[in-house]
T-cell receptor, first 119, second 111 residues
Framework: GAVVSQHPSRVICKSGTSVKIECRSL??????MFWYRQFPKQSLMLMAT?????????EQGVEKDKFLINHASLTLSTLTVTSAHPEDSSFYIC???????????????FGPGTRLTVL | KQEVTQIPAALSVPEGENLVLNCSFT??????LQWFRQDPGKGLTSLLL?????REQTSGRLNASLDKSSGRSTLYIAASQPGDSATYLC??????????FGTGTSLTVIP
């Protein structure tokens, strides 16, 4: 199947700093990528839909000015957590769909996740 | 808004037992349903994907069924093994291609 990578896998930062997380589709082009957040012992919650060449669509309750999403190319979406605080500590996972795969049944491929810890 | 619930939240079984995990969703207008496995601190491993027009999918010891009209899916694991211990998540895909995840079932298979 298609491969989605994330970088970094882990990041620890001080409160008030900004952190950028990258999501890449390695062997396919993704016009749409999705960002999810998972708090400890909870399920994944969709944060936003990242659209190549246009603004991201945010889910209700997600602050777009705090979680900046940029989808500058067909293989890269970035999530920047601005002025991070301890409550932003979470597991962030991205996913992407390969629209060219004829038999994908709209299957999405998930990145390995990024563990963010804000001190 | 789509809500996905999984029952039970946690399950502990002896090795070799067959088991069923349940998933229910409130909006039957889904594109597909996917079952994932998540090991502690790790990402997601896709197990089975069922298109909205399909009733079930099988892979090895795993069988997933889908009853879209009633908003239910089950994941059947045959002859459970300690290596099956993980959290199992079901997720339904809406027509915008976004996933709505269930609350998860934490499975422990005791040797």
């Amino acid at each position: 199947g298609a491969v989605v990578s994330q970088h970094p896998s882990r990041v620890i930062c001080k409160s008030g700093t900004s952190v950028k997380i990258e999501c890449r589709s390695l062997d396919f082009q993704a016009t749409t990528m999705f960002w999810y957040r998972q708090f400890p012992k909870q399920s994944l919650m969709l944060m936003a839909t990242s659209n190549e060449g246009s603004k991201a669509t945010y889910e209700q309750g997600v602050e777009k000015d705090k979680f900046l999403i940029n989808h500058a190319s067909l293989t890269l979406s970035t999530l920047t957590v601005t002025s991070a605080h301890p409550e932003d500590s979470s597991f962030y996972i991205c996913s992407a769909r390969d629209p060219s795969a004829a038999s994908s049944y709209n299957e999405q491929f998930f990145g390995p996740g990024t563990r963010l810890t804000v001190l | 808004k789509q809500e996905v619930t999984q029952i039970p939240a946690a399950l502990s079984v002896p090795e070799g037992e067959n088991l069923v995990l349940n998933c229910s969703f409130t909006d039957s207008a889904i594109y597909n349903l996917q079952w994932f496995r998540q090991d502690p601190g790790k990402g997601l491993t896709s197990l089975l994907l069922i298109q909205s027009s399909q009733r079930e999918q099988t892979s090895g010891r795993l069988n997933a069924s889908l009853d879209k009209s009633s908003g239910r899916s089950t994941l059947y694991i045959a002859a459970s093994q300690p290596g099956d211990s993980a959290t199992y998540l079901c997720a339904v895909m809406g027509h915008g291609n976004q996933f709505y995840f269930g609350t998860g079932t934490s499975l422990t298979v005791i040797p």
